[in-house]
């Protein structure tokens, strides 16, 4: 099911569909047609994108020997890699820049978005994604090989990593990005795209809990750094602008020392979190006012700021308060598009759609070099009716970075093939001219 990005972004939406329905919420503001009517339009061409690369590729033989000596010789080539991205972020972030010379994480958040990113935060930001190569690698390994366990912790270490960093500025989205890749990339690999596998199920159920109560935790840190309640901030938070609890939850969460009130008091944040984002771009599609364009500077903002960094492109100020109704609040996957794009977001959706299944049964053929790409692909599909894993969590970075080993392996089995190739040919090429003579 897995390597079917249709199904993926269908499963996306009937889980937030659920959730919707399930969850003591109510609406404060109502969601237009028009603005729907747009959101299903993107989803019709990424599934029409999808439906005309169906069957266009031939299913071959995995090539796990290829995939062995590609990793024997690249594991250790990308743990330098991907843990040099993070020092360079590290020193970047919390010594050039200042991040870590104050005694709140919110007071580092502030001074990092002040601060002008430099040449050593595009070179971060371009290495840090190879952190999420290495375990994929190891886990692509074939069964018979042999087993180091050092490897496996080191490339479980470092896949985790950028969700640690993020989660010292008190950032969800990384993490939230860091351990559905690990999800996705874990079922792709060792158990051919399938949903749940047995085996899968406890590390799954683990990582959900694990999730809830460090972004719970995450969340009431952030509140005692502003020195506001938790109730209070439920009703009064930017998410609670256009979604609430209902009567029966505030009746609840008034209940003090129930622990019925103490589990939607904690919980609450998290629903709103994830479910607030469709109305708030429902109120970025009925703004009264004009709305401002980007042409594509959110999507491919990596490309706009290394040039900028070399002075060649000033680029799109994205710090603009009158880009969006609100800033800094989710507005689903398709408020960023409709800010980039307008109109022409469904184009977009289509050639994302395409090329998501052409990564998708490249991914299902065997080929190494198309699984981390497809794995993050399916995040991103996933998440479609919450964030846009685009632009947030770095997310074009790791495409950009995903899609530099892609290239990087394609070549080096092209080489390696040739190679075979004329060994073959040199070794039969003498029987055969010994049989002419």
């Known amino acids: 099911m897995l390597f079917y990005p249709e199904l993926v972004a269908l499963m996306g939406v009937l889980v937030y569909l659920t959730l919707l329905l399930l969850a003591p919420l109510k609406l404060v503001f109502p969601v237009s047609w028009e603005s729907l009517g747009y959101i299903f339009l993107c989803y019709f061409a990424f599934f029409f994108g999808c439906l005309l690369m ?3 590729r031939r299913q071959l033989v995995r090539d796990k020997q ?4 590609f990793g024997k010789r690249a594991f250790w080539w990308f743990v330098f890699i991907g843990a040099t991205g993070m020092a360079v972020r590290i020193l970047d972030k919390w010594f050039l820049r200042g991040a870590g010379l104050v005694s709140s994480a919110l007071e580092s958040r502030e001074l990092l978005a002040d601060a002008a990113a430099g040449p050593l935060a595009a070179l971060g930001g371009l290495l840090y994604p190879f952190c999420f190569v290495p375990l994929i690698i190891w886990w692509s390994r074939p069964t018979n090989s042999e087993k180091k366990p050092l490897a496996k912790w080191v ?3 470092l896949f985790i990593l950028p969700a640690i960093d993020a989660l010292l500025l008190l950032s969800r989205s990384q993490m939230l990005v860091t351990f559905s890749m690990m999800y996705f990339a874990a079922a792709c690999v060792l158990y051919r795209g399938r949903l749940l ?5 406890f590390p799954v159920l683990f990582g959900i809990a694990g999730l809830l109560i460090v972004s719970i935790s995450v969340f009431v840190t952030r509140l005692n750094e502003m020195n506001f309640d938790l109730a209070f901030s439920i009703q009064n938070s930017a998410y609670g602008y256009v979604i609430t609890p209902d009567a029966t939850a505030v009746r609840l969460m008034n209940q003090s020392g129930s ?6 008091t904690s919980f609450m944040p998290m629903l709103q979190y994830y479910l607030h984002g469709l109305f708030e771009f429902g109120l970025l599609w009925d703004r009264a006012d004009n709305q401002m364009f980007t ?6 903002a990596p490309y706009l700021k290394g040039l900028s960094v070399f002075g060649i492109s000033s680029g799109f100020s994205l710090a603009n308060p009158n880009l969006y109704f609100r800033s800094g609040i989710f ?3 398709f408020g960023p598009l409709w800010v980039d794009f307008a109109w022409l977001g469904p184009l977009f959706m289509l050639g994302f759609g395409l090329f998501s299944k052409y990564s998708a049964q490249r991914a299902r053929e065997g080929f190494l070099g198309a699984m981390p790409l497809h794995a993050y692909f399916c995040v991103v599909v996933f998440f479609m009716p919450v964030v846009n894993f685009m632009i947030s969590g770095q997310g074009m970075y790791i495409i950009n970075a995903l899609g530099i080993f892609w290239i990087f392996y394609a070549n080096n089995l092209r080489r390696q093939r040739q190679f075979t190739h004329r060994s073959v040919r040199n070794s039969v090429e003498p029987v055969f001219l010994k049989r002419r003579t």
């Open 295 to 300: 042409y594509g500077a959110q999507h491919f």
């Open 66 to 69: 290829g995939n062995s000596q």
């Open 54 to 56: 169906a069957g266009r």
């Open 259 to 264: 622990l019925a009130g103490a589990a939607f």
């Open 197 to 201: 596998p047995k085996k899968l199920i």
């Open 331 to 333: 507005t689903t996957f």
């Open 155 to 157: 490339a479980a270490t």
